[in-house]
T-cell receptor, first 113, second 111 residues
Framework: DVKVTQSSRYLVKRTGEKVFLECVQDMDHENMFWYRQDPGLGLRLIYF???????EKGDIPEGYSVSREKKERFSLILESASTNQTSMYLC????????????FGNGTRLTVT | LAKTTQPISMDSYEGQEVNITCSHNNIATNDYITWYQQFPSQGPRFIIQ???TKVTNEVASLFIPADRKSSTLSLPRVSLSDTAVYYC????????????FGSGTRLQVQP
C-alpha cells in the first residue's frame, strides 16, 4: 500500500519565519504535488513535480517555493510566512502513467501567528 | 483543464443508495474521471476511476454516459461512516498535467 508521509501533523510558526514542510512517499512515484485546503475553497494546487529537480507552478504558487532533490521527497517552502498562509497543507504522489490516481498524506495543519 | 460541477451538499439516511452527479462538459478525449473521498482531518482517498460506461469496485460504482459530459458516483446502502466530502476530478493525471479539485460534495448520512 502506498504511504505518503508528511513530517508534521501540526505546526505553529511566527510571521516572517521560513517554514519547511516535508513529504516523503515510498512507492517510487514520479509525480508529487502540494495542495492547500481552506474552508469553502476546496483543494488548491500550489506546485507539482514530475521528476527530480523539476517543478511546475500550480494555481496559487505566490509566497511558496518547492524542492525535489530526491525522487521520494518533495518539500514545500514558505520563504516568509504570513498569516494568510495559515491552512491545511496536503501532499500527494502518483505514478507518471496516464490515469494513475493520487495518493495523499494526512496533511499538515499550519498556523502562522 | 476540464472544469467540474458538483452539488455542494447532499443528505441521506443509512441503508439508502446515494448518487452524486458531476458535470464536466469540456472533458478531453484522453481524460479519465476519478472520484475521491475525504474525511475531516485526513487527505482525500481514491475511490474509483473510469473512462467510459460503467465501473464497479467493492466500494462504489461509476456510471459514465456515452458523451462523457457527466458522471455519477453511486454508493450502495450508505452508512454513517460514508459521511464525507466527495470530489470528482477529470484529467489525464500524467506528466506535466496536474489535477485541479473542485469544491466537492458534502454528503451527510443520518441514522
Amino acid at each position: 500500500d502506498v504511504k505518503v508521509t508528511q513530517s508534521s501533523r501540526y505546526l505553529v510558526k511566527r510571521t516572517g519565519e521560513k517554514v519547511f514542510l516535508e513529504c516523503v512517499q515510498d512507492m517510487d512515484h514520479e509525480n508529487m504535488f502540494w495542495y492547500r485546503q481552506d474552508p469553502g475553497l476546496g483543494l488548491r494546487l500550489i506546485y507539482f513535480s514530475y521528476d527530480v529537480k523539476m517543478k511546475e507552478k500550480g494555481d496559487i504558487p505566490e509566497g511558496y517555493s518547492v524542492s525535489r532533490e530526491k525522487k521520494e521527497r518533495f518539500s514545500l517552502i514558505l520563504e516568509s510566512a504570513s498569516t494568510n498562509q495559515t491552512s491545511m497543507y496536503l501532499c500527494a504522489s502518483s505514478l507518471y502513467s496516464r490515469g494513475s490516481p493520487l495518493h495523499f498524506g494526512n496533511g499538515t495543519r499550519l498556523t502562522v501567528t | 483543464l476540464a472544469k467540474t460541477t458538483q452539488p455542494i451538499s447532499m443528505d441521506s439516511y443509512e441503508g439508502q443508495e446515494v448518487n452524486i452527479t458531476c458535470s464536466h462538459n469540456n472533458i478531453a478525449t484522453n481524460d479519465y474521471i476519478t472520484w475521491y473521498q475525504q474525511f475531516p482531518s485526513q487527505g482525500p482517498r481514491f475511490i474509483i476511476q473510469g473512462y467510459k460506461t460503467k465501473v464497479t469496485n467493492e466500494v462504489a460504482s461509476l456510471f459514465i454516459p456515452a458523451d462523457r459530459k457527466s458522471s455519477t458516483l453511486s454508493l450502495p446502502r450508505v452508512s454513517l461512516s460514508d459521511t464525507a466530502v466527495y470530489y470528482c476530478l477529470v484529467g489525464p493525471d500524467t506528466g506535466r498535467r496536474a489535477l485541479t479539485f473542485g469544491s466537492g460534495t458534502r454528503l451527510q448520512v443520518q441514522p
